[in-house]
């Protein structure tokens, strides 16, 4: 069975720092795009950041010049690093990927982690 698995959610104060992982396990052929979402409470789930296959990358207008998306095709794996954190940012964060099964392409999702900044 094909799983997202998330990491790196915390507590943290505002300015700093957190790294989040999300790595794609089971059996699967491909993995396409991979992207990170957040949801804050009394809000709707946002797209923050999303990478392509071939490394192209494209960001929410906030996190822009905060947030850093990549990814290691080797590991199946895709990485946030979200500096200059601010309250703002507090949210359940989830990851999200287009992976074939057999011959189909379908989006999955992560458990989501959450990450809490204070002021």
């Known amino acids: 069975q094909v799983q997202l698995v998330e990491s790196g959610g915390g507590l943290v104060q505002a300015g700093g720092s957190l790294r989040l992982s999300c790595a794609a396990s089971?059996?699967?052929?491909?993995?396409?795009?991979m992207s990170w979402y957040r949801q804050a409470p009394g809000k709707q789930r946002e797209l923050v950041a999303a990478i392509t296959s071939g490394g192209v990358t494209n960001y929410e207008a906030s996190v822009k010049g905060r947030f850093t998306v990549s990814r290691d095709n080797a590991k199946n794996t895709v990485y946030l690093q979200m500096n200059s954190l601010k309250p703002e940012d507090t949210a359940v964060y989830y990851c999200?990927?287009?992976?074939?099964?057999?011959?189909?392409?379908?989006?999955?999702w992560g458990q989501g982690t959450q990450v809490t900044v204070s002021s």
């Open positions: 999200n990927a287009e992976i074939r099964v057999f011959s189909m392409w379908a989006d999955y």
């Open positions: 089971g059996s699967f052929l491909g993995l396409n795009h």
